[in-house]
């Protein structure tokens, strides 16, 4: 198997709402160990981008390719049902703006974890709930919660739990749309190493969305920047930020308002 | 003696397009070889450009024209032509920057944070970890810091932090942006000697330095970069 391969490859992507513009004509390559920021203000199609890598929405046209695990490299569109359901519950993990999306609220932390491994076959309890345990530690939430329900966790609580549960099947690409929007800025630190932290060290590829240039230079290495739809500049993240090339880019750099 | 960077032909000009698109040409054929072991420093009046060429060495601007060299062995790299992955690689094995500015997440202890390039690059946490202390430790960064987010550290604290953080990989080449602005005396010697003991290990030293003793003590040769400048007054 090539592991300099690409993980996941967009090929002339676009969706279109009717006459409306989604995401038009985006092509690029996404590597394991690397983490992408998809940047833009808010209608730009960042989320649609992320919904049709992700199989969530069917594209107008255009092609996403996936390196499978077994080194076979697919059209996501011509899997069945079945192989697209096994990428979903084990080689992907989507990390929602909003927690409440992506757990189950009125579950305890640890079934809302121990859930994806049951859904891969996984029936041993006392193996489960160890699995569990061990990933609520790695996303620093207190063991003794785990019998918890996340409804009553805080936002930033509810946002690492999320996490935990996308991890825990061991994926190779994680989508993450806006992740840390919504938490205050301690709270928002906390999350961005975190996710640098297990990111990186779990050699995992990830595509981040958002719309905070502060967030996407601290955890991304590569970044495009996105305005209707297109994505008008891609590159390093330093240099997308120190060194923009398009009007827009350099506008939206312009902008940001540093402490 | 090899060398380890060349820059032939190089120039950048700034287009500010919020401003009517106004093109502000900064450098025009800049060139220069460093071997390895040999010390270069830049200098010039503010805003000529000096720290422009150190962030188009390490890839952060965008190269306009020419080529930047970077060799190992027999290996020839042009970061001017490089996709974003290959730069990556290369800052990865070849080139440690020290810029003026520390960014980092504001949770990361700084231990980690002097830790975590050597760690990136495949070494032992433990290891990566006592070699950091080894440099804080000789850089007097006192250890009830190292446990603490460098981000609420003095202007110098930061400035030791940054260059630990760029020398401990020990790289062959380093680019050093203004390393002992804020520093006093004392710690301006001692990064004077770590970049003299990087030299030693046959590292290729490119800086920006505008303290004349830490100039003396590093020089082994000076580049007016005005004379690279694009608008001729």
């Known amino acids: ?259 | 003696m090899a060398v380890a960077l060349e820059l032939d032909g190089v120039a950048k000009t700034f287009t500010l397009h919020l401003h009517g698109g106004t093109k502000l040409p900064v450098l025009r054929d800049v060139s220069f070889v460093v071997a390895r072991g040999e010390s270069l420093v830049l200098t010039g009046p503010s805003g000529c450009g000096k720290s422009s060429v150190l962030k188009m060495i390490f890839g952060t601007y965008r190269c306009d024209a020419g080529r930047i060299l970077v060799r190992e062995a027999d290996d020839v790299f042009d970061v001017a032509a490089a996709d974003p992955r290959e730069i990556l690689r290369l800052r990865a094995r070849n080139l440690g920057y020290v810029s003026q500015f520390l960014r980092v997440i504001p949770r990361l202890a700084t231990i980690d944070v002097v830790a975590e390039p050597l760690v990136a690059t495949g070494t032992d946490r433990d290891v990566a970890r006592a070699r950091a202390a080894g440099l804080l430790e000789r850089l007097n960064v006192p250890e009830r810091l190292w446990s603490l987010s460098p981000v609420s550290f003095s202007g110098g604290e930061q400035q030791r932090v940054n260059i630990a953080r760029a020398l401990l990989p020990e790289r062959p080449i380093l680019l050093l942006d203004e390393p002992t602005a804020a520093l006093d005396e004392t710690s301006r010697s001692i990064v004077a000697d770590l970049i003299k003991e990087a030299k030693r290990r046959g590292a290729a030293v490119v800086s920006v330095v505008h303290d004349q003793e830490v100039r003396a003590l590093i020089a082994d040769k000076i580049i007016d970069v005005m004379r690279f400048c694009a608008v001729r007054s």
């Open chain 1, 1 to 259: 198997m090539d592991a300099e391969a690409p993980l996941l490859i967009a090929d002339r992507l676009t969706k279109t709402y009717g006459q409306r513009r989604g995401c038009h004509d985006v092509s690029f390559s996404l590597y394991e160990g690397e983490l992408l920021a998809v940047v833009g203000e808010s209608g730009s199609g960042k989320t649609t981008l992320l919904q049709c890598l992700s199989t969530q929405l069917v594209p107008t046209s255009g092609r996403v390719l996936y390196r499978m695990r077994d080194g076979r490299t697919c059209d996501l569109a011509a899997l069945s049902e079945a192989e697209r359901r096994f990428l979903f519950r084990t080689d992907w993990g989507y990390v929602h703006q909003d927690p409440a999306l992506g757990l189950r609220l009125s579950v305890s932390a640890g079934a809302n974890v121990g859930e994806r491994l049951m859904a891969i076959g996984a029936r041993h309890y006392g193996h489960i709930r160890r699995t569990a345990a061990h990933w609520l530690e790695r996303v620093e939430i207190d063991k003794q919660r785990i019998d918890d329900r996340p409804e009553f966790y805080s936002g930033g609580m509810r946002q690492r739990l999320q996490i935990a549960r996308n991890l825990v099947t061991g994926p190779r690409l994680i989508f993450m749309d806006e992740p840390t929007s919504g938490l205050d800025a301690s709270v928002q630190a906390r999350l961005l190493d975190l996710i640098r932290r297990l990111v990186y060290g779990l050699r995992l590829a990830a595509i981040v969305v958002t719309h905070d240039l502060a967030v996407a230079r601290l955890l991304s290495q590569r970044m495009m920047v996105m305005k209707d739809g297109e994505v008008i500049e891609c590159g390093l993240s330093d240099q997308v930020l120190d060194d923009p090339q398009r009007p827009y880019t350099q506008l939206l750099v312009s902008s940001i308002l540093t402490p």
